[in-house]
């Protein structure tokens, strides 16, 4: 299983695109690019997933590099609600292996 | 309906207590999962239960035992717990076992005492 890395915390202002970067510089061909949230006192919540192409859903877009060795998620208008700690997860085979994550705070 | 559903929500139990955590889905999924989440920290995966069997067990000790009863049934049943035990338990199921999509409950908070 390939190790993440992410930043520990990050700010945003409300209205901004946050940008959470992770690398994952020993990644496999097999292995997909997972992101999940966690809000405070609740589970963990499925954003998006991409292998190689950039994808992008209701909630975020996800931009993996060519390489493959890191990948940003990007909200594209952070709000007060969107304050929690974002999971960077490699996953093969369904095995979903949690990093430390980033804490994001979006203020005011 | 796309919930997972745990219960308790809150457990309070002594070193000598048999009890258990339970979860349920009803979305059909064949994959489900628990993982363990002390405060501060990243969910720790425990158990992988895929079609009713057991798939993966990350090396927890034999004073947790899971089952899987049937398709939409999860429990986890606890025996002789220490206070290092004491943890957000959390459920979780997918679809297939090979999808990264997985589905978490809120979980059980669990105090051992």
């Known amino acids: 299983d390939a190790k993440t890395t992410q930043p520990p915390s990050m700010d945003c202002a409300e209205g901004r695109a946050a940008n959470l970067p992770c690398n994952h510089s020993?990644?496999?061909?097999?292995?997909?690019v997972y992101w999940y949230r966690q809000i405070h006192s609740q589970g963990p919540q499925y954003i998006i997933h991409?292998?190689?192409n950039n994808e992008t859903n209701e909630m975020a877009s996800l931009i993996i590099t060519e390489d493959r060795k890191s990948s940003t998620l990007i909200l594209p208008h952070a709000t007060l609600r969107d304050t929690a700690v974002y999971y960077c997860i490699a996953v093969w085979r369904g095995k979903l292996i949690f990093g430390q994550g980033t804490e994001l705070s979006v203020k005011p | 309906d796309t919930e997972v559903t745990q219960t308790p929500k809150h457990l309070v139990m002594g070193m000598t207590n048999k009890k258990s955590l339970k979860c349920e889905q009803h979305m059909g999924h064949r994959a489900m999962y628990w993982y363990k989440q002390k405060a501060k920290k990243p969910p720790e995966l425990m158990f992988v239960?895929?079609?009713?069997?057991?798939?993966i067990n990350e090396s927890v000790p034999s004073r947790f035992s899971p089952e899987c009863p049937n398709s939409s049934l999860l429990n986890l049943h606890l025996h002789a717990l220490q206070p290092e035990d004491s943890a957000l338990y959390l459920c979780?199921?997918?679809?297939?076992?090979?999808?990264?999509?997985?589905?978490f409950g809120e979980g059980s908070r669990l105090t051992v005492l």
């Open positions: 020993t990644i496999s061909g097999n292995e997909y």
């Open positions: 979780a199921s997918s679809p297939p076992l090979n999808t990264g999509e997985l589905f």
């Open positions: 239960y895929s079609y009713e069997k057991l798939s």
């Open positions: 991409g292998l190689k």
